[in-house]
């Protein structure tokens, strides 16, 4: 059933998502087998029973092969497909193996179908029967199995038993060539009961109606342990003759011979001319000189005589009308034979290397009998005779082997009375066509829609400082723009003539073109174009509007108004929002600025005040610039240029009013909070940055109704630091305009109480990782004063986590207390230090140490922790805390190691860990060991440098041998159990990843991958 709007062309192309070219060059086979075809549109989909159309594998099949077949467009896009197989963009971006695709395929529409009419269409037409036989040689007893099979895979070349087929014919011989099991590999009889010597081999029983062959071009490299791809030639009949592979068994001697050619004669074929196009394929892979490109019209001059389109086509009827009545003469002769006569209409090809590459399909319309080539969204009739350039034999040297473009899965139909040669009448169900003319006329509305969108425009449109987006269409006119625009500004009382639309700098806040006489021009005859900013400009009855002369510039004038002094405005620009705009020539002076001010408001020169404002935003600085002496100052020279701002004053005799009221703008500022359990700023205060904490705390529980003894609050963030000191001013605690305040319920900290984050801490056990000394175990945070000692710090703690874990039975004596990075202790705390002394900020990590005995700690000591390693075992001991002195040699170190482990002194061997949050056990082969007996170099100098709390020391007998180290041991104690990435990067080979497809099951039933 043809499209209304149906191409010239016989045939479209599918969508490439990225690299789905596998899965086009198998859907347009589909498509091209009128069987497969027809047995699916029988299929009805049933919204009762069947998943929704979106998830549907065999109801998206429908669609995507009715769209191909009404061809309304110049290809088809396969994303409803794709989806209903559950796929993202990251499938649809991996490159796999057509025959692995077509079998899951086949996997996911069985499962689809099941229970339905068409339960057994991939069987019926796809399966074949095989038997797998073992026979004595002995008694002739025969065991045998049937498999199923939906594709056969037919080795090319392997070079480990010699074998290479150089055509399909040679293959099947190779497949079904029986095995003599006799030696060591003799098998065991039931009936002789004794291992004899026999036959293996396989039989075809039945082959199916669509026979799928692959041809096995992957193989592994024994050489490099890497894919390989194999280019070596391997030809194929068109007809195939599979009788004499149904007889039986083949001896090892016999081998049946190769189809019989199917050359058109030599003297049908002489006069025929040759019209084969250029192939696709080859476009792709061949790039044509410039040179070569520049002839084509010399060529046309020089060989002018050519044959018509009609001609043309004349000569390939002709071809075909002469092959295919040498086919049926073929044909006839081998059903002669048997049944089993098989009819090539599909080769997919790969063209590529062992790494990955790009599929496309030759193809066999039954209606015509011409082949085209599918190559993706491009579809071309091709001449019969290019086949043979698929069959393979050259290959070119490329990144990942060598490259080629070869036929890698064959179908084959077999030739029968119910063969569908007129594919085109299959008609397509009803309620396609119906959801098809649903999805064209929803297209069009889309399209309508675009249309629309396109034609309207989105513009920025500014009046007094504020902002609207503005929403138009293009054929509008500027007229009805500006009226719009009042509407959205709400100022629809103004009079027409005292409103005008004009091009705006928002940035600079400059008005520019002013669009005079134009107001019944369209937008887009004005080049308005998307996202334009323009400004409402407004005037008095009485005045008149300027237009805009290039050859100007215009200055903002703010004139002293006592009536909004008092008003409290966020910003400067938000409280005097409509100042007069005056212009003047670029070269102009400021004595004609002057006098342009001076006719304007009224204000004698002399009388004149005239401050420039600085542009920057919080740059409240005023330069008077109504000095007589600058008079005859070009005004550029004064850097009073485009947009600048002037404050303008009569003179009196007190001090100015706008300095005063610039003085008073520099110390505000607007900040920023959230209401409680709430993590949007949506709050705004506007303070004097000389206020105090109190006072914005104040304003804040009058906003948020809670008590000011009831909340906190932080700088910046909820992990900000913690406003504490209410007497402070803003400015001292760094607040500034835009700050944000984060409050939360809770406690208010007093200025001088620190937060203290505690955890208890406990060695590590043998499973945990190498890097590991410490196992931390949460407590609860408290507030502790920055000036209090250790010893004070240690009744707190005991008091507060005695409260709250009474097993704990803590008492200071028999508490260490260290500071704590991450999951390493630190520094330890002695007796007399302080708090302040470790950080002056907000918060501070500490652990404690459950002590057996209690110790005290001078500042010369400190504390290392030390584990022994046997290299002949590759055991590492558990961590163990010694306190050693600072003054401590190299040798006095090796003997109070030794003497805790229980080592000779002789032989004791020490390292250094240099980074203990990166240590794997691995790294102990290349560390640096240090003989301790006799070495009387401090610690605190070289090698080891050991001058704070919390180093790592690996000891070990040197006597003991080293062993190399399993496999399981390099993959226990490798780096990347540890979380720690290698710096060295290598390229992995490529690997396929399985290709899936997820049936999504009706109704509750769960998903099912395939």
Request: glycine share 4%.
């Amino acid at each position: 059933m043809p499209g209304l709007n149906s191409t010239l062309q016989p045939y479209i192309g599918l969508s490439n998502q990225g690299a789905t070219c596998y899965m086009n060059s198998l859907l347009q086979t589909l498509f091209m087998t009128p069987e497969f075809c027809l047995r699916l549109y029988q299929w009805k989909y049933d919204a009762e029973k069947h998943q929704s159309k979106e998830d549907c594998i065999p109801y998206q099949l429908q669609l995507l092969f009715a769209k191909l077949q009404l061809k309304e467009s110049s290809y088809v896009e396969t994303t409803g497909l794709t989806k209903s197989f559950q796929w993202s963009i990251r499938e649809s971006l991996q490159q796999h193996d057509v025959q692995e695709f077509c079998r899951v395929l086949f996997d996911a529409v069985e499962e689809s179908v099941k229970g339905t009419d068409q339960a057994k269409m991939i069987t019926e037409l796809y399966e074949g029967t095989i038997l797998d036989y073992v026979r004595c040689s002995q008694c002739g007893n025969e065991s045998k199995k049937e498999d199923k099979f939906l594709d056969l895979s037919l080795t090319v070349k392997n070079e480990f038993d010699q074998v290479y087929n150089d055509s399909v014919e040679k293959a099947f011989n190779s497949y079904l060539k029986p095995e003599i099991l006799s030696g060591d590999n003799k098998y065991l009889c039931e009936k002789c009961q004794a291992r004899t010597d026999a036959v293996k081999g396989l039989k075809f029983m039945k082959l199916p109606y669509i026979l799928v062959l692959q041809l096995k071009r992957f193989d592994l490299d024994y050489t490099t342990l890497q894919r390989k791809k194999l280019n070596d030639k391997v030809t194929f009949p068109q007809i195939l003759n599979m009788n004499p592979f149904m007889k039986g068994e083949i001896s090892g001697e016999e081998e049946i011979a190769e189809t019989e050619s199917m050359d058109i004669e030599e003297s049908e074929e002489e006069n025929l001319i040759s019209i084969a196009p250029l192939d696709i394929d080859d476009r792709v892979l061949q790039v044509k000189k410039i040179a070569e490109v520049e002839n084509i019209a010399y060529d046309r001059e020089k060989y002018s005589q050519k044959l018509d389109a009609i001609a043309i086509e004349r000569h390939r009827q002709m071809a075909v009308e002469i092959r295919a009545k040498n086919r049926e003469k073929l044909v006839n002769q081998y059903l002669e034979q048997g049944e089993d006569v098989y009819e090539l209409f599909s080769i997919m090809i790969h063209a590529g290397s062992a790494l990955g590459g790009h599929y496309y399909a030759y193809i066999k319309s039954f209606d015509s009998q011409r082949w085209f080539n599918f190559n993706d969204t491009q579809v071309k009739e091709i001449d019969e005779k290019d086949i043979e350039k698929v069959y393979g034999g050259t290959s070119s040297p490329s990144w990942g082997g060598h490259y080629g473009a070869n036929a890698y899965l064959l179908m084959y139909r077999k030739v029968h009375p119910a063969n569908i040669t007129n594919a085109s009448e299959i008609q397509i169900p009803d309620y396609l066509l119906q959801e098809l003319k649903s999805e064209t006329e929803q297209k069009l509305k889309e399209q309508r829609e675009r249309e629309e969108k396109l034609m309207q425009l989105q513009l920025k449109v500014y009046y007094l400082s504020e902002e609207k987006s503005i929403i138009i269409r293009k054929d509008a006119t500027l007229h009805d723009l500006k009226r719009k625009v009042m509407g959205e500004f709400h100022v629809e009382e103004l009079r027409d003539e005292d409103t005008r639309l004009r091009n705006y700098n928002a940035l600079q806040d400059v008005y520019l073109n002013t669009y005079t006489g134009k107001e019944n021009w369209t937008i887009e005859s004005l080049m308005i174009l998307n996202h334009y900013t323009l400004v409402l400009e407004t005037k008095e009855p009485d005045e008149v509007f300027v237009d805009y002369n290039p050859n100007q510039f215009a200055v903002k004038v703010y004139r002293w108004n006592p009536l909004l002094a008092d008003i409290n405005y966020k910003t400067f620009e938000q409280k005097y929002r409509n100042p007069t705009r005056l212009q003047i020539e670029k070269s102009g002076k400021l004595s004609e600025l002057m006098a342009l001010v001076q006719s304007v408001f009224g204000i004698p020169i002399e009388r004149q005040l005239l401050y420039r404002k600085s542009n920057l935003k919080n740059n409240f600085a005023l330069e008077e610039i109504s000095i007589l002496q600058l008079y005859s100052k070009v005004l550029m020279s004064l850097k009073v240029v485009e947009g600048t701002a002037l404050l303008l004053e009569e003179k009196c005799q007190d001090e100015s009013n706008w300095k005063k009221e610039m003085e008073k703008e520099s110390y505000k500022i607007v900040l920023k909070f959230n209401s409680v359990n709430c993590g949007k700023y949506e709050n705004e205060i506007i303070m004097d940055k000389r206020q105090l904490l109190k006072n914005l705390k104040c304003y804040i529980s009058s906003t948020i109704n809670v008590p000011e003894d009831l909340f906190l609050m932080k700088r910046g963030s909820m992990n900000g630091h913690e406003l504490k000191d209410m007497n402070a001013t803003l400015s001292a605690a760094h607040l500034s305009n835009g700050s944000i305040v984060h409050v939360e319920l809770g406690k208010p900290s007093r200025p001088e109480e620190i937060q203290v984050v505690l955890s208890l801490a406990e060695f590590s056990k043998s499973d945990d990782l190498d890097s590991e000394c410490f196992r931390f175990f949460s407590l609860q945070d408290f507030k502790a004063s920055k000036n209090s000692t250790t010893s004070e710090l240690k009744e707190i703690i005991c008091k507060h986590t005695n409260s709250l874990y009474p097993s704990l039975e803590l008492v200071p004596e028999l508490i260490r207390v260290r500071e704590k990075n991450m999951n390493h202790l630190l520094r330890v705390m002695t007796e007399n230090d302080v708090l302040s002394d470790f950080h002056g900020i907000e918060k501070i990590t500490l652990a404690i140490e459950i002590l057996t005995q209690p110790e005290i700690l001078q500042n010369e000591h400190m504390i290392v922790m030390t584990r022994i390693w046997s290299p002949s075992t590759w055991e590492l001991s558990l961590p163990i805390e010694l306190v050693i002195s600072r003054k401590s040699r190299i040798d006095e170190l090796g003997k109070q190691i030794a003497n805790t482990y229980g080592l000779s002194e002789k032989y004791l061997q020490v390292c250094l860990v240099p980074y203990v949050y990166a240590f794997a056990r691995v790294d102990l082969i290349n560390e640096r060991w240090i003989d301790m007996d006799g070495n009387t170099a401090p610690i605190s100098g070289s090698p080891f440098f050991i001058n704070k709390d919390g180093s790592l020391l690996i000891a070990r007998n040197s006597l003991e041998e080293m062993r190399e180290m399993t496999q399981d041991e390099k993959y226990r104690f490798s780096y990347k159990n540890y979380g720690i990435k290698s710096t060295r990067t290598t390229v992995a080979p490529y690997k396929e990843k399985a290709v899936k497809i997820t049936v999504k099951k009706s109704k509750n039933n769960n998903s099912e991958d395939k």
